[in-house]
């Protein structure tokens, strides 16, 4: 082969990957659904168990720790046997409650401070077992706050302005089944730090399968208000939770607090959203950011340090940017104090 030819071939190789790989970086076809899936795989952990090898201690990622006692499961009311998988996901900094679209908010609106939250769900051959549960799970939180007493929420699926949501309610009856495991300072939805111990965990009992928060209202002894966001630059669709619906989100994000309010109602006349009406606390310190995924291209803005104040109204502008940049302004919410 003459040493023009290979140089024109290699040549023709070298364009050939270039330009796929630029043609996954500009997907025209990517969307903010594809990014919180992307999120959701990443946030995912999976272990294989046996019933057999029961009881057993799982360690998540980020040290949640969940005890399966034998005969927790049942499939149809009847004793679960053999392998089974275990699904969980934790979310224990703001960053991970942004990238995975999530929020800390009470089915009224009024933020919740997290101190950390998850999901959980066992199947067996791709079938989920029964959510109600025939013994606790015992859950270990870490959380080195100082606050020594929190409060578990269920989350789930909400309409709102015809839209599903991602909210938390009250932590339902039978989310327990009556024993509480030695050494758990739990009663009904309330869970108490073991001072004594010094413990940097909060542990806690579930009897049933699902999302649930430990976290508590952050404070609105200053009264509550509705706050305003207009959003200029580029125009878009206000988005429901992970993107299931349009494209634009915002957030505000509490200084110092694990704090994530997602605000999507809608202003009249101009394309923004408002928090819910009058459930904002007045004096709170936090940053909104808005951001947009849509045809492969990205969008944000911030405004740091925001203090909430009666009736506030700001405008955010969104410019075109990457993804990495978005995920690098998400990882700056951990640090934000």
Same mark, same amino acid.
């Given at each position: 082969? /003459?040493?023009? %030819?290979?140089?024109?071939?290699?040549?023709?190789?070298?364009?050939?990957?270039?330009?796929?790989?630029?043609?996954?970086?500009?997907?025209? %076809?990517?969307?903010?659904?594809?990014?919180? +899936?992307?999120?959701?795989?990443?946030?995912?952990?999976?272990?294989?168990?046996?019933?057999?090898?029961?009881?057993?201690?799982?360690?998540?990622?980020?040290?949640?720790?969940?005890?399966?006692?034998?005969?927790?499961?049942?499939?149809?009311?009847?004793?679960?046997?053999?392998?089974?998988?275990?699904? +969980?996901?934790?979310?224990? /900094?703001?960053?991970?409650?942004?990238?995975?679209?999530?929020?800390?908010?009470?089915?009224?609106?009024?933020?919740?401070?997290?101190? =950390?939250?998850? $999901?959980?769900?066992?199947?067996?051959? =791709?079938?989920?077992?029964?959510?109600?549960? +025939? /013994?606790?799970?015992?859950?270990?939180?870490?959380?080195?706050?100082?606050?020594?007493?929190?409060?578990?929420?269920?989350?789930?699926?909400?309409?709102?302005?015809?839209?599903?949501?991602?909210?938390?309610?009250?932590?339902?009856?039978?989310?327990?089944?009556?024993?509480?495991?030695? *050494?758990?300072?739990?009663?009904?939805?309330?869970?108490?730090?073991?001072?004594?111990?010094?413990? +940097?965990?909060?542990?806690?009992?579930?009897?049933?399968?699902?999302? #649930?928060?430990?976290?508590?209202?952050?404070?609105?002894?200053?009264?509550?208000?509705?706050?305003?966001?207009?959003?200029?630059? #580029?125009?878009?669709?206000?988005?429901? $939770?992970? *993107? #299931?619906? @349009?494209?634009?989100?915002?957030?505000?994000? @509490?200084?110092?607090?694990?704090?994530?309010?997602?605000?999507?109602?809608?202003?009249? *006349?101009?394309?923004?959203?408002?928090?819910?009406?009058?459930?904002?606390?007045? =004096?709170?310190?936090?940053?909104?950011?808005?951001?947009?995924?849509?045809?492969?291209?990205?969008?944000?803005?911030?405004?740091?340090?925001?203090?909430?104040?009666?009736?506030?109204?700001?405008?955010?502008?969104?410019?075109?940017?990457?993804?990495?940049?978005?995920?690098?302004?998400?990882?700056?919410?951990?640090?934000?104090?």
């Amino acid at each position: 082969m /003459k040493p023009t %030819h290979f140089l024109l071939m290699a040549f023709a190789v070298i364009l050939f990957v270039s330009c796929n790989n630029d043609n996954d970086r500009t997907n025209k %076809h990517y969307s903010a659904k594809d990014f919180f +899936a992307e999120a959701v795989k990443k946030s995912s952990q999976t272990v294989e168990l046996n019933t057999s090898d029961l009881p057993q201690t799982v360690t998540l990622r980020g040290g949640t720790k969940i005890t399966i006692k034998e005969g927790t499961f049942t499939k149809k009311g009847t004793p679960l046997s053999g392998d089974f998988t275990l699904e +969980a996901r934790e979310f224990l /900094k703001p960053s991970d409650i942004v990238l995975n679209g999530l929020n800390t908010l009470y089915r009224d609106g009024s933020p919740l401070i997290s101190d =950390g939250f998850l $999901y959980l769900n066992v199947s067996q051959d =791709g079938v989920p077992v029964d959510q109600i549960l +025939a /013994k606790n799970l015992l859950v270990e939180i870490p959380n080195d706050d100082t606050r020594y007493q929190t409060q578990l929420w269920e989350g789930g699926k909400d309409t709102v302005d015809n839209r599903e949501q991602f909210t938390w309610d009250d932590f339902p009856a039978d989310a327990l089944n009556g024993d509480i495991d030695q *050494g758990v300072l739990q009663e009904g939805n309330w869970v108490w730090r073991d001072q004594k111990q010094g413990s +940097a965990s909060f542990a806690f009992n579930l009897g049933k399968l699902g999302w #649930y928060n430990c976290d508590v209202f952050w404070d609105s002894s200053n009264g509550k208000t509705t706050i305003y966001v207009k959003l200029t630059g #580029y125009v878009g669709e206000l988005a429901s $939770y992970q *993107g #299931y619906f @349009g494209d634009t989100f915002v957030f505000f994000c @509490g200084k110092s607090d694990n704090v994530v309010a997602q605000l999507y109602t809608p202003l009249q *006349g101009v394309f923004g959203v408002q928090s819910y009406e009058n459930s904002m606390p007045v =004096g709170k310190i936090g940053k909104i950011i808005a951001f947009a995924i849509k045809e492969g291209k990205f969008y944000f803005a911030v405004k740091d340090n925001v203090t909430i104040e009666a009736d506030l109204s700001l405008e955010l502008d969104l410019k075109e940017t990457t993804k990495e940049e978005i995920q690098t302004e998400f990882a700056k919410l951990d640090n934000f104090k």
